[in-house]
């Protein structure tokens, strides 16, 4: 009987990351999208697990229009909800959390464990989803400075607390 003949897996084809930055009152942002102009991240300087321009990445202000005029009207205060197509991956759970997230609205707060009862997880995984909001790869437009401690304290902030006060405060939620 003849050999089978191997067959090869296709290789992936990497998809180009598209960057801009853009000042803010926070400091100068870092965005990122796929091709199609689907956001991938938001980052803020010295952000924790913030992203930084890699060799190979595309610069493309034009593809971030929408996103710059959103957070231009957000940060004047005349935006309440961002209408941006957002791309994030991460472990299911991860997916989830962040997708409760979006259901937080503008001017409230919730808590670690409000955020795991949303998403029908036990109290015990509160640590897991304070772990998945400081993940979150969209600062900003996915909104993650909207969750607080059970007592009301501020707790983490990938971008740091100053900044998450400043988006409280910004939308008259503290």
């Not at 290789?11 to 960057?19: A, E, F, K, N, R």
Request: charged share 20%; hydrophobic share 40%; with cysteine.
């Amino acid at each position: 009987m003849p050999p089978t003949p191997a067959t090869s897996l296709p290789v992936p084809v990497p998809v180009p990351v598209h960057y801009t930055r853009l000042e803010s009152p926070l400091g100068e942002l870092l965005l990122t999208a796929d091709p199609d102009g689907t956001l991938t991240s938001l980052s803020v300087p010295g952000q924790k697990g913030g992203r930084t321009v890699e060799e190979g990445w595309i610069h493309d202000p034009a593809l971030f229009r929408a996103a710059g005029e959103q957070l231009a009207a957000y940060f004047a205060g005349e935006l309440k909800e961002f209408r941006l197509p957002l791309r994030a991956s991460g472990t299911a759970f991860r997916e989830r959390v962040w997708d409760a997230l979006d259901t937080v609205p503008h001017g409230a707060t919730t808590s670690y464990g409000e955020i795991a009862a949303r998403i029908g997880a036990s109290r015990a995984a509160v640590r897991a989803v304070g772990g998945a909001v400081g993940a979150n790869p969209l600062l900003i437009v996915r909104p993650c400075h909207r969750v607080i401690g059970a007592d009301g304290s501020m707790t983490g902030y990938a971008g740091g607390l100053e900044r998450k006060l400043r988006l409280l405060e910004l939308e008259g939620s503290h």
